[in-house]
């Protein structure tokens, strides 16, 4: 069956789609397979009796079937964004109003949104790109914008650390935003490599952002308040020209499919007349469920002292064991942050990264290729085939086992 130029785009292979479907076999597999691939949250026993209860009274007090039963507009459920703009006002004093925020069906949808609102053919045959200024960038926004050639990556600086670790940093200097960039785009903390840009980096980001009259995104999947999954100091930001995509995926809710979007008003009334048309509303669950948490702000306590603690002590855990296995001193780690990965450093790798992830695989494990990490980046450079992504967040023993693995692979690599 022939399909459009839009169709052809969007049914090749991508590194997204791979991903997901790796996740999913993972997920089937159950014991054979693992998962240290995707990105799906821990299962966190104090958050999901937390949602179970949430669920329950939702159940009880009959408010499930008329979240269900009803649509909301195409912004989102309004009952949720009052509550978003009390709790941002009263913790940042950003001084937002219900114009400010919208809701979308998880944050990959908002992406998909704003790279082409902002980026592709304009009306006076300009192209604009989407610029990420700290390649490696998540997986996901590889593919999703209806224009080819839509963004341009710049490489990092990379600084080595004590112990084994090293840091990415924007190079500034190597940085260049003109009038073909449409928005600067960066999560913060990054997936894949667990870094979190300093203020510095977002400070000088946001000058470059106003100076060109183009909007910051920040992909706050993993930041603060919540789900808060950031090890390293960072103060939140927004203003007028930045638009500051949040989920309650990381918080425990993937299956939800909640994206919160908090902008300047105009580009709230645009992606919600995309949402009105692709979406008629986003889904209302999400929001339900965690309403009451965000009212009482207990969402910022679960985040602070559950979801945070968990995740920093996974991290430290699979480090110390990635270290004690791993015996190259080419192997490095980037220093950890903040997210539910690590991102590892083979340097001079005898083979590729995705080589090495097929390998893995046929031996039960699954890891992300780190060539997928650096949409935009159109130079060669041997360093995007040295890395690779591993989640932590599964239990503790399949994280032991997939790292004993991993690192009887390299050591024979290696060898
Ligand atoms: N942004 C980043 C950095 C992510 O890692 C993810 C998912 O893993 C997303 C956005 C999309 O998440 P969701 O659509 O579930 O909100």
Redesign the pocket.
């Known amino acids: 069956m022939p399909y459009s130029i839009f169709g052809n785009k969007f049914t090749q292979h991508s590194g997204i789609n791979e991903l997901m479907d790796d996740l999913n076999e993972g997920v089937k597999g159950g014991d054979d397979i693992l998962m240290l691939g995707g ?1 799906n949250p821990a299962a966190i026993p104090q958050i999901q009796t937390r949602l179970t209860q949430l669920m329950q009274a939702l159940l009880n007090e009959g408010k499930l079937i008329d979240t269900l039963a009803n649509y909301d507009g195409p912004q989102g459920k309004n009952s949720f964004i009052e509550a978003l703009v009390d709790l941002f006002n009263d913790i940042y004093d950003w001084q937002l109003t219900s114009e400010n925020i919208m809701l979308t ?7 998909f949104y704003l790279f082409n609102l902002l980026g592709g053919n304009f009306s006076d045959d300009k192209k604009k790109k989407i610029l990420f200024p700290l390649a490696p960038e ?1 997986i ?1 926004y590889a593919d999703a914008s209806v224009s080819e050639d839509a963004f341009v990556a710049v490489r990092p600086k990379i600084t080595e650390l004590e112990n084994g670790f090293f840091k990415y940093n924007i190079d500034f200097d190597a940085l260049k935003v003109d009038q073909n960039i449409g928005a600067i785009c960066v ?1 913060r903390p ?2 894949p490599t667990g870094n979190v840009l300093t203020d510095q980096e977002i400070a000088h980001l946001d000058r470059l952002a106003r100076e060109n009259n183009i909007p910051l995104i920040i ?1 706050n ?2 930041g603060t308040p919540f789900p808060n999954m950031i090890f390293a100091e960072a103060t939140p930001f927004w203003n007028e020209n930045t638009i500051l ?1 949040l ?4 918080l425990g809710l ?1 299956g939800a ?3 919160i979007v908090i902008a300047n008003p105009d580009i709230i009334k645009a992606m919600s007349n995309l949402s009105g048309i692709m979406a008629l509303s986003p889904g209302g669950i999400g929001p339900e469920i965690a309403l009451p948490l965000v009212k009482t702000k207990e969402i910022i306590k679960l985040s602070d002292e559950v979801i945070k603690p968990f995740y920093q002590g996974k991290s430290e855990k699979a480090i110390a064991l990635l270290q004690a296995k791993i015996s190259t001193p080419n192997f490095k780690i980037h220093k950890s942050e903040g ?1 539910l990965f690590l991102w590892l450093w083979f340097k001079e790798l005898p083979i590729s990264s995705n080589e090495l992830y097929k390998l893995l695989k046929k031996k039960g494990l699954l890891i992300v290729s780190g060539h997928y990490f650096f949409p935009g980046l159109d130079q060669e450079w041997q360093h995007t085939q040295e890395c690779i992504r591993l989640n932590y967040a599964q239990d503790d023993l399949v994280v032991e086992r997939g790292i004993t693995i991993l690192a009887d692979t390299i050591n024979e690599l290696y060898a």
Request: charged letters at 10%; proline letters at 4%.
């Open positions: 990105g069906n998880g944050s990959q949808n908002a992406f998540y996901g999560s990054t997936n992909d999947a993993y995509c989920s309650l995926s990381k993937p499919r909640c994206g997210a």
